[in-house]
């Protein structure tokens, strides 16, 4: 008896909500502008589609990213000298580091980091050839890359290129190439 109660009891629960849902408008609610200033559009003249576009920014959310003062890392060449790495440059106006090749014996993969906090999260970059590197986060992961390629400035394929300070403290782009470099450490000073 208990079990047929709760049964029916159960259905008609189901019934109600499966009524419920049929019954609400699917359709998509518009948003209702506010009187006044759906009068002050209307007043005013439409501007060309065009014109609108190139006035108004493609987004309203603009990340301003910190960059600290003072070196942002070190590069270890194979003599044994090191270089301290002032800023960077990036690669067009999107990546501060571009990397493409084989992770982890894996099919290819590529990283492009547009944040300068993402790559500041790389503390090492231990290369075994300037296409066999291993990258070593923050929290001790290794990512082994293999027939790969590294960018970092201006993006050729045989060089690094970042900003140093000279005898002077100016501020001097630096071309490095990649067959004299063993370790590259971001966020060391």
């Known amino acids: 008896m208990r079990t047929i109660l709760l049964s029916l009891t159960l259905a008609l629960l189901l019934t109600m909500s499966l009524a419920a849902c049929s019954a609400k408008d699917e359709t998509a609610q518009q ?8 009068a002050a559009e209307a007043a005013t003249p439409a ?5 609108k576009a190139d006035s108004s920014p493609a987004s309203t959310h603009s990340i ?3 960059i600290p003062e003072g070196p942002v890392g070190r590069v270890q060449l194979k003599d044994g000298s090191t270089i301290k790495i002032e800023a960077l440059q990036k690669l067009g106006n999107d990546y501060w580091i571009y990397v493409s090749g084989k992770l982890n014996g894996r099919s290819s993969t590529v990283v492009s980091l547009t944040r300068f906090n993402d790559l500041m999260n790389w503390p090492s970059i231990a290369f075994k050839d300037p296409h066999t590197f291993t990258i070593t986060n923050r929290n001790g ?6 027939d790969a390629n590294l960018y970092l400035g201006d993006g050729k394929a045989d060089s ?10 100016d501020k001097n782009l630096t071309e490095v ?3 004299d470099v063993v ?3 971001f966020g060391t000073k």
Do not use: H, M
């Open 31 to 38: 948003p209702v502008p506010d009187e006044p200033a759906a």
């Open 47 to 51: 501007e060309p589609v065009a014109e």
């Open 64 to 66: 301003q990213e910190v």
């Open 141 to 146: 992961k290794e990512w082994v890359f293999e």
């Open 160 to 169: 690094y290129t970042f900003w140093v300070l000279d005898d002077r403290y």
């Open 177 to 179: 190439p990649k067959s």
């Open 183 to 185: 370790g590259i450490n």
